[in-house]
């Protein structure tokens, strides 16, 4: 069996916390064969990395999670370089030329959903949905569940392959969903996930699995407080996730990240 999580977050992220040895570790404990690093509007993915992983037969799988100029997310898997402020059709374009695949993420989330950016009829929407390979049914930190049934329709429609991705910022979050294929040799990823649909998994025991929806719970009053989002306001956006990372780096380095079971379980959550 071959597991793979679509769609997570290095420290090359402007929102990410994530090294690669931590990475690493996180799937040598749940037993991920592969990963693709999707950091938003980057890719920089040294040879040091893929060499660090390949060590342990674990394959990295490059990638982008481009915001359009109107704020949707889209994936790029397969990919080399990216460019900024690109129109829906451009990203489409720019993927496709390098032999990309495309990966709709959350597609109905708020601000960064395709669904809820563009009109679902406008020419650009039909072209993302004719192009591309994989839509999320299942996003470690937005809850898909009123969505569920239309995003199979769309599926199915336009014979899209549904995965999961567990959208991991920070170390504990990797995993959080996985996709599962009934393979045993991992040389081929590309070739594999075009050929089969995975079974799609979620963490059922692993003490270092945090969904990122559920550590917001207890801030979420706060955080929308018109007092924050005035303070929020008055503070520069990258000065606001400097600080962010400043105080959160010790809670990933001091957290003690190998206090999962001895054997990580999923339970399925497709036929």
Not at 101 to 123: A, E, M
Not at 147 to 165: F, T
Request: with cysteine; aromatic share 12%; net charge positive.
């Amino acid at each position: 069996m071959i597991n793979i999580d679509f769609h997570l977050h290095t420290n090359k992220s402007f929102d990410g916390y994530n090294s690669y040895n931590q990475i690493l570790k996180q799937c040598i404990l749940k037993n991920i064969h592969a990963v693709a690093f999707t950091d938003h509007d980057v890719i920089k993915i040294p040879q040091k990395a893929y060499r660090l992983f390949e060590k342990h037969n674990i394959n990295i799988i490059p990638g982008c999670e481009f915001t359009t100029d109107k704020g949707a997310h889209i994936i790029g898997l397969f990919i080399e370089y990216n460019k900024l402020n690109l129109s829906l059709d451009e990203v489409v374009d720019l993927v496709e030329k390098q032999n990309g695949l495309l990966y709709i993420p959350h597609p109905f989330k708020k601000v960064s959903g395709v669904f809820d950016v563009y009109p679902r009829n406008s020419d650009s929407i039909q072209k993302l949905l004719l192009k591309s390979s994989f839509i999320e049914l299942y996003n470690g930190g937005w809850d898909s569940g009123k969505y569920g049934s239309e995003i199979k329709k769309i599926s199915k429609k336009y014979d899209l392959r549904l995965v999961a991705g567990s959208d991991a910022h920070k170390p504990w979050q990797i995993g959080y969903y996985l996709n599962a294929y009934n393979q045993e040799d991992n040389k081929d990823i590309r070739a594999l996930i075009l050929q089969e649909s995975p079974k799609l998994l979620k963490i059922k025991t692993g003490k270092t699995v945090v969904k990122r929806s559920d550590e917001k719970k207890y801030f979420v009053g706060l955080r929308n407080s018109t007092l924050i989002k005035g303070v929020k306001k008055m503070v520069p956006f990258k000065l606001r996730q400097s600080f962010k990372k400043i105080f959160t780096y010790p809670k990933i380095y001091f957290k003690s990240l190998n206090k999962t079971h001895s054997k990580v379980k999923y339970t399925q959550l497709n036929d």
